[in-house]
């Protein structure tokens, strides 16, 4: 059976856990109910594009524990132990996000110029 990513419903944790390919549901540790995420590794690489993307700034050569643990399997649960060998802090919620306060509206206006100009408004 394939290794699959889960994340627990009741206490939030990550896990890895061997699991059948038509699973949905796992078991927390805790005992609570967990859902399957899109896993990576393994073949099977559903969001191998932004793993990808973190594998190819990882030093390959390094030596140090949670790099050869991330290169040997990228998984998420190995993505976030990376990220925190290498004292990088996931974003919180709200943070990093392009604030939407007056883009939509600048935007509708800019359309709307743009169709005048074209002569089809
Ligand atoms: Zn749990």
Redesign the pocket.
């Given at each position: 059976m394939p290794l699959y990513d889960f994340t627990?419903r009741?206490?939030g944790?990550m896990f890895e856990a061997m699991a059948a390919m038509d699973a949905g549901e796992g078991i927390?540790?805790?005992g609570?109910s967990?859902k399957r995420l899109l896993s990576v590794g393994r073949g099977y690489r559903a969001d191998g594009d932004w793993i990808g993307s973190v594998a190819a700034v990882v030093e390959k050569d390094s030596d140090k524990p949670h790099v050869r643990a991330f290169l040997a399997d990228p998984s998420r649960a190995n993505y976030r132990r990376w990220m925190r060998g290498e004292g990088i802090r996931p974003l919180e919620d709200g943070e990093g996000r392009p604030r939407a306060t007056t883009a939509p509206a600048v935007g509708r206006e800019v359309l709307e110029r743009f169709k005048a100009r074209r002569g089809c408004a």
């Open positions: 627990c009741v206490c944790r927390c540790p805790c609570g967990a």
